[in-house]
């Protein structure tokens, strides 16, 4: 019955692209942005699976950390959980009255080695099922599937790809020991790839998702040196002394970097193997922490030629160096957004407080992101999507913690804390198949 069921839902997925095309689009910065209430039902599991009231909290953190909705508290629905599928056998009054204009609903088998999720939505003042998808994740992981779930679901809001899916890792510094963890994007599920008795800093995610770029000293000196994830090998990726900070450009196939030489420190870059290293500036000056351009075309810096420390473009082969803040005389850590308008970066004010902005890289107009909330928030990173940011704050307590923020800095959320440790340079995964 429940296979029958499962083959007539695929149809009437089939015959929805019609409707689909008449959603709503929701777009956090836009004008008329209002967070979309949404009521999650309790999912339902077969055999009163309990892994079904653990994927639906999933999918509730999930939507409510996007910031695109209002997710609404299960306490208060009024509508009969025993009511059915098809939409005339719900009765979409019910979930109205209780302010939802979206609704999701999901039940889950075991299949073989792997769950699946047969998600309905629905919009509530249409009276109209809008999306049915069947979906898969290992039996042994089943956030995986709440992450699919609401990547679904943010997909048919945004029409862009939803970033549950994806991955956060930071360095945690605990006494005598750095490790390299990784979180899903909602804090849970850490995992610690790495444990040195040397220094990391500056984990960075090679574009297909399968290493990430790290400063070790290993050797004694900074170097940079790359984590498999699949092998979780961990292997020096050039003999270049004092070498840290790299970043790969969005195709891959290139790393810039800095190299520290006495008092002096420029920006680099080199073929992703290692090889071809070539000094792009070469100012007496401070010329550090390079972030690309999403085109590959241009990367922001940090310089202090000027006096200060301010954000800088240039070429990816160096040419026409310009600055691009004026405000303030300590800004640090840029980090260029996927969507290519925006750069965020951390300030450090007259209090020696630090928090994050976001500048035009276009006309240099500056939006503030944290305000008033600990004495730290630094260290910004993209989600892919560039909708959404992480980043290092002290907001919570003594140890530091991860955020997870839109652009504006409207919906904030303290995501992890250190685990025993302090958490710092938290890099977003990119999205993954």
């Known amino acids: 019955m429940i296979l029958a069921r499962t083959f007539a839902l695929a149809a009437l ?21 209002q967070p979309l209430p949404i009521a999650v039902a309790q999912f339902q599991g077969e055999g009163g699976d309990a892994r079904a009231a653990g994927v639906t909290e999933v999918v509730r953190g999930d939507l409510s950390l996007s910031g695109l909705f209002d997710v609404l508290d299960p306490r208060g629905f009024l509508a009969d959980p025993s009511e059915g599928w098809a939409a005339p056998t719900i009765r979409f009054a019910r979930w ?73 890792v930071a360095i945690r510094k605990l006494r005598g020991h750095w490790e390299l963890v990784m979180f899903d994007v909602d804090g849970k599920n850490p995992r610690v790839l790495l444990s040195e008795r040397t220094i990391l800093l500056a984990p960075c995610w090679r574009p297909d998702g399968r290493a990430v770029l790290l400063t070790s000293y290993r050797s004694g000196r900074p170097e940079l040196w790359l984590y498999t994830l699949a092998d979780r090998g961990f292997r020096r990726l050039a003999a ?22 006495r008092a002096n420190s420029d920006v680099w870059v080199m073929n992703a193997d290692g090889t071809g290293a070539k000094r792009l500036t070469r100012e007496p000056a401070l010329d550090l922490s390079p972030s690309w351009s999403p085109d590959g075309t241009r990367l922001a810096f940090v310089s202090d030629r000027s006096g200060t420390p301010q954000i800088y473009l240039m070429g990816a082969d160096g040419s026409s160096p310009r600055r ?86 409207e919906k904030q959320t303290v995501v992890t804390g250190g685990g025993g440790g302090e958490l710092s340079a938290p890099a977003w995964g990119p999205l993954v198949e």
């Open 13 to 33: 997925a089939a015959a929805l692209p019609a409707l689909a095309q008449e959603r709503p689009t929701l777009t956090i910065g836009s004008p008329s942005f």
């Open 96 to 168: 109205s009255d209780v302010g939802a204009e979206g609704l999701v609903k999901a039940r889950m088998r075991q299949a073989g080695d792997e769950l699946e999720a047969e998600l309905h939505l629905y919009e509530v003042r249409a009276g109209r099922e809008v999306l049915v998808k069947r979906l898969r994740a290992a039996a042994s992981d089943p956030r995986a599937l709440g992450h699919r779930i609401s990547d679904e679901i943010v997909r048919y809001y945004t029409r862009e790809p939803g970033i549950f899916s994806t991955k956060l």
């Open 240 to 261: 270049i002394p004092n070498a840290y900070g790299g970043v790969y450009s969005p195709d891959g196939t290139r790393v810039a970097f800095t190299i520290t030489d």
């Open 324 to 409: 691009l803040t004026f405000q303030g005389n300590y800004n640090q850590t840029p980090a260029w957004s996927p969507r290519g308008d925006a750069i965020a970066f951390t300030a450090r004010d007259e209090r020696k407080v630090f928090d994050v902005f976001v500048v035009s890289p276009e006309n240099g107009k500056i939006q503030r992101v944290t305000q008033d909330q600990g004495r730290t928030n630094e260290e910004p990173t993209w989600a892919p999507n560039g909708r959404l940011m992480a980043l290092k704050t002290d907001r919570a307590g003594a140890s530091f913690q991860v955020v997870v923020s839109d652009a504006r800095g």
